[in-house]
């Protein structure tokens, strides 16, 4: 979404996204069950020849003539699921051209372009997706430039050739969970269709369409939304809440290592309080050391007998036995004199 800073706050403008949120931040999801289906309407009738013709005369204003921009697609989702084959995402339109996505037996998923004559047939990547586990993919393209990205590994860029058809004409509905389109489908699409999706996608967006969003969200009376099965709202995570480890050498948004500082919005108060506690414990750590250093210094032990009061008197027993241990030979001097 866009946000626009405020005086005080941040105000998001979400219209145009397939979150919801204060911050555009609330990823909005369904489960599908075993044969339950999701269609949203984009056009209810195909293109005239008049804005047709009037935007092959000048395509700089085919958003004015048709509606919408046949040259350019931005396509987002996520899902988990441990059940494959399966369409994830199908856009049909009023002739032959379509948009799907498709999770093969083995888990990987292609991308099905027909623009034209021409089926375009890419293959988003070779990993096994069905493991229960949310990922995410983005598909957008710009004239005859296709990028392609599934979840944190590096994008995948495909050219269509010039000879080719670079326009998806009438752009009619866009199926989740199963493709219950009326008139020919392409036989990959149907081999891969049956039993359907079932598991939780979430985030889906095509262009400024947000089926899901139109569903659990709606801001008009009449949505062009249609629905069969079980679909409920559920919040499946349009990315994991915990990340395993990506390579820096692998990782497309790497930019360089980066090292912890100090905001410069943090007051120059804060930061005096901050230095002058930190010098406080400081001075009173070193001090804490001074004053056990010098007790231990000024203190000494020896092996002299401690002085033993005396039950009877206030002098020291140890005095009196001093006293007498020297009478005892002026004593034997008297004995020998005599």
């Known amino acids: ?42 056009r209810k009738k195909p293109t005239s020849n008049e804005a047709v013709w009037a935007n092959w005369i000048d ?43 498709i999770l093969k037996t083995d888990g990987s998923v292609d991308l099905r372009y027909k623009l034209g004559l021409v089926t375009h047939k890419y293959q988003l990547t070779n990993r096994n997706l069905a493991d229960g586990y949310p990922h995410y993919v983005n598909i957008t393209r710009h004239n005859r430039t296709i990028k392609t990205q599934v979840d944190y590994m590096e994008p995948i860029v495909e050219k269509i050739t010039l000879v080719e058809d670079a326009r998806f004409d009438s752009p009619k509905s866009m ?53 069969q099965g079980y679909v409920s709202e559920t919040n499946c995570g349009a990315f994991p809440p915990v990340l395993g480890y990506v390579p ?62 005396s039950p009877s008197s206030s002098r020291p027993l140890t005095e009196t036995l001093r006293r007498e241990k020297k009478s005892i030979p002026e004593i034997e001097e008297e004995v020998r004199s005599g």
């Open 248 to 309: 820096w050498e692998v990782d497309p948004w790497f930019t360089s290592i980066e090292y912890f500082y100090m905001h410069d919005d943090i007051g120059l108060l804060w930061i005096a309080v901050i230095v002058l506690v930190a010098f406080v414990l400081l001075l009173g750590g070193l001090y804490t050391i001074y004053i056990y250093a010098y007790q231990q210094k000024g203190s000494y032990h020896t092996n002299e007998p401690k002085n033993l009061e």
């Open 59 to 101: 395509p700089h204003y085919d958003n004015f003539s048709l509606g919408y921009n046949d040259t350019a697609d931005d396509i987002e989702f996520s899902f988990s699921t441990v059940h494959a084959p399966a369409v994830l995402l199908y856009i049909s339109s009023f002739v032959q051209d379509y948009i799907a996505v």
């Open 175 to 227: 199926f989740l969970g199963r493709v219950m389109e009326v008139g020919d489908i392409d036989y990959e699409i149907q081999r891969h269709n049956a039993p359907g999706f079932i598991g939780c996608i979430s985030g889906v967006r095509y262009n400024v369409y947000a089926p899901l969003k139109a569903l659990f969200r709606p801001n008009e009376t009449d949505i062009p939304v249609t629905t």
């Open 1 to 42: 979404g866009q946000c626009i800073e405020g005086y005080a706050s941040y105000t998001c403008d979400c219209n145009n996204t397939a979150f919801d949120g204060f911050y555009c931040h609330k990823d909005i999801g369904a489960y599908f069950e075993i044969g339950s289906w999701l269609k949203y309407n984009i």
